[in-house]
């Protein structure tokens, strides 16, 4: 099954001229990356564009004039991939808190299962150079996902997720109503409610070392409320 990286960027050029090599030292030779770039003023698409020469049509680039949100970058690449004849599309963060020696745990895992997971929340995963507060509030995060939507993905709320073509025709992306960070907790439920199998493997998730986090406690404190819409919209669906 030929697999897609998709790689959303806003400001990352200190983070994608490490990661791009990295991530092609470890996945077959028939995969590719796709970069969402959402405009980035410190040339993040300009870095990427130098690297197209070495890596021929296997690395894409799609440039953004301005930030539309993690989840419309996502669906505009799954979409593009679906579209190029990939089979199974991977989600990763930009800054190294997606190891990319994940990647190949992840693909063999997808060979039988619809959804795999990258989870901080299961037997041997972890978190590196987090405080006791965010450690707390996102692990209470996901279990308050968990128990609204009746879900038992362990990491409702991580990024790092790997599928197959067909589970995302499942979930439908044109039905997704989720503009942030809420998006990742409905692609896990909507992929539950379809039947899909979801496959959780320990990560271990550190701290971006370069760059700036797009992330807030406003941010996330705004998704948990969303769980409560989606579990609406879904289920009436």
């Not at 050029?13 to 980035?40: Q, R």
């Not at 692990?139 to 073509?165: A, E, H, I, Q």
């Not at 992929?191 to 807030?216: H, L, N, T, V, W």
Request: aromatic share 10%.
């Amino acid at each position: 099954m030929k697999l897609l990286i998709i790689i959303p960027t806003y400001n990352e050029i200190e983070n994608i001229t490490k990661l791009i090599p990295e991530v092609f030292s470890v996945i077959p030779e028939n995969a590719g990356i796709l970069v969402v770039d959402d405009g980035s003023p410190d040339g993040t698409a300009n870095a990427v564009k130098e690297f197209q020469n070495q890596y021929s049509e296997r690395l894409n680039l799609l440039e953004r004039t301005k930030k539309s949100g993690l989840a419309d970058a996502y669906i505009t690449g799954f979409k593009w991939g679906m579209e190029n004849g990939y089979d199974v599309l991977c989600e990763m963060d930009a800054d190294f808190s997606h190891k990319p020696e994940y990647l190949p745990v992840m693909y063999e895992a997808i060979q039988t299962n619809d959804a795999v997971i990258g989870s901080r929340n299961i037997k041997g995963g972890s978190v590196e150079g987090w405080t006791f507060t965010r450690n707390l509030i996102s692990k209470g995060g996901s279990l308050y996902s968990r128990l609204v939507l009746g879900c038992p993905v362990k990491d409702l709320t991580g990024g790092f997720n790997m599928w197959r073509k067909e589970t995302l025709e499942k979930i439908g992306l044109d039905s997704i109503i989720s503009k942030g960070y809420s998006f990742q907790i409905e692609m896990k439920y909507r992929a539950f409610k379809a039947g899909c199998s979801i496959k959780e493997i320990p990560i271990c998730f550190p701290d971006r070392k370069f760059g700036q986090s797009k992330m807030s406690g406003g941010i996330f404190m705004e998704a948990l409320k969303a769980v409560w819409r989606i579990r609406n919209v879904v289920y009436n669906a």
